[in-house]
């Protein structure tokens, strides 16, 4: 599905929108060329958005995964690890529809990680 979801991108470069791999986009008759949900964030991304937004997607979950592992390795923060647990742990569902809590949690915590990051290089910066 995965792989699917990829490669069936490049037929609708402009992607299907976001709802196509909801359930909505099953329940309200739209077109499930791909099955719905490829079950994985980035798959499901390339599917909605086309390869541009699947691939700036994949850039943000590379960005967001060098910021945590950067920051808990400068620190040493007991945060920084739980933050890092949490992103390893929920990898390729940060968008999951059906666990809103959970995707609220998540965003949450990457976006302190991003500022507390930038707040750590402010702070090394000579005076």
Known sequence: ????????SFGDPAGLGLGATTIASSKLGGD???GGSTEI??????????PV??????VVVFYMF???????????SVGGIAVLALLVAITGN?????QYAVVAIV?????????LNKNWER???PA
């Open 1 to 8: 599905m995965f792989y699917t979801g990829i490669l069936s």
């Open 94 to 98: 940060w968008l999951t529809g059906s």
């Open 32 to 34: 499930d060329a791909v």
């Open 123 to 125: 702070e090394q910066l």
């Open 53 to 58: 937004g699947g691939l700036v997607y994949v």
């Open 107 to 115: 965003w949450l915590c990457i976006g302190m990680i991003d500022q």
């Open 66 to 76: 060098q910021t945590t592992i950067r920051y808990v390795l400068r620190t040493n």
């Open 41 to 50: 964030d980035i798959s499901n991304l390339f599917v909605s958005l086309g």
